[in-house]
């Protein structure tokens, strides 16, 4: 059974941190497409941050890029979102979703395909 639990929001002010994390179970962790996702109320659900857990390579949403760092411990088979410079347009509910892949793949392709497997979700509120 998969199971993918996402832990780590939380409340900060603007300009604050946090580092969200995604524990996978139940399925070949070590080569699978991984992204976190995000949904504020009344907008859609967007993609936020990719990454290859064969390899390590990641993609990111424009909005994220130079403030938040996707990254796994494979030890624990579990995916991070280290999240900095926080804005309150980053508040929202974030999702980590899983894909096992067969084959390698590129940061951008994992940005790209569609998820199997979804997780909870955990809040994250930026204030000002």
């Known amino acids: 059974q998969v199971q993918l639990v996402e832990s780590g929001g939380g409340s900060v002010q603007v300009g604050g941190s946090l580092r969200l994390s995604c524990a996978a179970s139940?399925?070949?962790?070590?080569?699978?497409?991984m992204k976190w996702f995000r949904q504020a109320p009344g907008k859609e659900r967007e993609g936020v941050a990719a990454f290859y857990t064969g390899g390590g390579s990641t993609s990111y949403a424009a909005t994220v890029k130079g403030r938040f760092t996707i990254s796994q411990d494979n030890a624990k088979n579990t995916l991070y979102l280290q999240m900095n410079s926080l804005k309150p347009e980053d508040t929202a509910m974030y999702y980590c979703?899983?894909?096992?892949?067969?084959?390698?793949?590129?940061?951008?392709?994992?940005?790209?395909?569609?998820?199997?497997?979804w997780g909870q979700g955990t809040q994250v509120t930026v204030s000002s």
């Open positions: 139940g399925y070949t962790y070590s080569s699978s497409c």
């Open positions: 979703a899983a894909d096992p892949t067969p084959a390698s793949m590129s940061g951008f392709d994992c940005y790209i395909r569609s998820y199997k497997y």
